[in-house]
């Protein structure tokens, strides 16, 4: 996607529709890895981080 000043970001995503990585203008980049039932339990940001993410588990 082209903003109105004429930078670019541009952003992937995975068969099922998730957006998995997004690199901005500057070439830094951010992407999620999805799990099996959707979720992103890690996600990596611009710095080289990793934010870890925890969801409750079904019962059903």
Known sequence: MTDPP?????LK???EGQPSR???PDGT???CAYAGEGNCPTRADTMGGAT???YPTSTC
């Open 6 to 10: 004429g930078t670019t970001t541009r």
């Open 22 to 24: 997004r690199t901005a």
């Open 52 to 54: 870890r993410f925890t």
């Open 29 to 31: 980049v951010q992407s």
């Open 13 to 15: 995503w995975t068969v």
